[in-house]
């Protein structure tokens, strides 16, 4: 495992490429709205990320094609936007989305109500999304990513939900994907000791019943197997003595959340 330590002038650079990411991730959820096609969505990230003069971190990432990944309802990850994938009335829709910036990566992920949504799509945003800070409370230097992953998922298996094995959160700086892995499950005190100085993303990816998902056609979407809804929160952190600071801060509310 090879954990990289950004020093403050490094983590100075990640703070930037994290405020333009956020920037631009609070307007494209902004824009969510019904009879908005996923690809719009898309269309709309890049033209900010060209304003801002930052690169799209996904597009071509291993072939992915696109800018934003958009999963929408029992979509689990790596959703396509597509023109013809139109939001309806009580949608939920997963925006995954990263920018780089002189090198260096920022990433980070909303779920967005879509009109008026039931009110389990409701309560498996706002617990997902709670998740998420709770995992980000044992985000402290001298913890594990086995505390982190343990708070998450005993948070959420209360409600019958399942953490998604197959994505996991990461490290993160001139790599989109760096050590160490953060599960969404786990032990406490179990996997990587989280020192000073990293920079991870936690993202909880939530199955409202069964953690089992399949991949689509495409090679990328993948759904749960069982039709459920799924949903998924990520921020951008950085590990310090106390308090973890979050590097991707949200606009907040955005539709029913």
């Known amino acids: 495992m090879n954990i990289s330590l950004k020093n403050p002038a490094e983590v100075e650079i990640i703070r930037q490429a994290c405020r333009i990411q956020s920037e631009i991730l609070n307007e494209v959820c902004a824009a969510v709205a019904i009879g908005i096609s996923t690809s719009e969505l898309d269309e709309l990230a890049e033209k900010l990320c060209r304003e801002k003069n930052v690169k ?3 597009k071509n990432y291993h072939g992915f094609p696109a800018s934003i990944c958009a999963s929408v309802n029992d979509e689990v990850v790596h959703g396509i936007p597509s023109k013809n994938k139109i939001l309806e009335n009580g949608d939920i829709i997963a925006i ?3 920018v780089v910036l002189d090198g260096w990566n920022a990433d980070a992920c909303r779920t967005v109500a879509v009109g008026k949504i039931s009110e389990e799509a409701k ?3 706002e617990r997902t999304k709670e998740s998420l800070y709770r995992g980000i409370e044992k985000a402290v230097a001298g913890n594990s990513t086995g505390d982190i992953g343990h708070a998450i998922e005993s948070f959420v298996k209360q409600f019958s939900y399942s953490p998604v094995r197959e994505t996991v959160g ?3 700086g001139r ?3 760096e050590d160490p892995e953060v ?5 406490v005190g179990s996997g990587a000791k989280l020192k000073k100085g990293m920079v991870i993303c936690i993202e909880p ?5 069964s953690a089992k998902i399949l991949t689509e056609k495409d090679g990328w979407t993948t759904r749960t197997r069982d039709g459920k809804l799924s949903a998924h929160f990520e921020h951008q ?3 310090r003595e106390g308090e973890a600071e979050i590097l991707t801060p949200w606009d907040e509310p955005v539709g029913n959340l």
């Open 205 to 209: 990816i939530i199955n409202a019943g």
């Open 237 to 239: 952190i950085l590990i």
């Open 170 to 172: 990461h490290g993160i």
């Open 183 to 187: 599960p969404n499950w786990g032990k």
């Open 56 to 58: 799209p971190g996904f």
């Open 175 to 177: 790599k989109l994907h």
């Open 123 to 125: 309560k498996l945003m």
């Open 96 to 98: 995954d989305f990263g």
